[in-house]
């Protein structure tokens, strides 16, 4: 998304004029420093805010039905949430991942006393060739530029396939063989902290797999999951993530 429109005047400089309209409500303009508009910015504040309907804790402080070392920024489920995760994997928006990647860090509470090394849930060939960029290598590009550490891409995709039939344990075995971590990652990029980036995760199933070969491998000393989205209890048992 450019900024603003950009017009050259007659002596060719370029000034922009119009304000950039929100890429989530297509209505009002977005401020400069910021992505999204100001009603759209309240719906989001109000999204990190939303208790858990069996924890009561904000989805940056609940783990019900996640790997315990987890963290997600918003609750997936109402009509913002959805524009912010469909409107991700449409357009590469860096400005929006670094925005959103800002804000689940500092909502978790991460600072970079606390990782090592940050590494993301690769996208499949067939999607990134279909969208031309993934968006989770995105939003952990972001944070690792904020964070100032290395980002590495560890783990590669390899089987494919849907998991929406499988019972919970199942998805976790299907998750396993779906993912490999990388044999060439560097020895100096062993043994880390790393921080595991994802944009949307349902049951877990898939960062938990992801986070066990990150572990099991030795890459790995320790993984914290984050994501931008997570489901709510409700609706996580038709998830297929
Ligand atoms: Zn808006
Ligand atoms: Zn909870």
Do not use: W
């Amino acid at each position: 998304m450019s900024g603003k429109t950009v017009v050259k005047n007659e002596n060719g400089l370029v000034s922009r004029l119009l304000p950039a309209v929100c890429p989530l409500c297509r209505i009002n303009a977005a401020p400069d420093a910021i992505p999204f508009c100001d009603s759209c910015l309240n719906l989001l504040q109000t999204l990190i805010t939303e208790k858990c309907p069996r924890c009561g804790r904000a989805a940056c402080a609940c783990t019900c039905a996640r790997p315990e070392n987890s963290r997600a920024l918003f609750f997936y489920g109402s009509g913002v949430s959805r524009r912010i995760i469909y409107y991700l994997k449409d357009g590469a928006d860096k400005r929006a991942a670094a925005f959103l990647a800002e804000l689940l860090l500092v909502s978790a509470g991460i600072t970079v006393k606390r990782a090592d090394a940050v590494t993301f849930v690769p996208r499949s060939k067939k999607r990134v060739r279909k969208s031309g960029y993934d968006q989770a290598r995105m939003i952990a590009a972001e944070a690792a530029r904020i964070l100032g550490l290395p980002l590495v891409a560890a783990l590669r995709r390899r089987g494919k396939g849907e998991q929406k039939l499988l019972g919970r344990k199942q998805r976790l075995e299907h998750a396993l063989k779906q993912y490999e971590t990388d044999p060439e990652v560097p020895e100096a990029l062993r043994g880390k902290r790393y921080l595991l980036f994802d944009d949307v995760t349902t049951t877990g199933a898939t960062v938990s797999a992801c986070a066990k070969l990150l572990r099991e491998s030795g890459i790995a000393q320790a993984v914290t999951v984050l994501t931008l989205s997570v489901t709510d209890l409700k609706t996580a048992d038709g998830g297929t993530k």
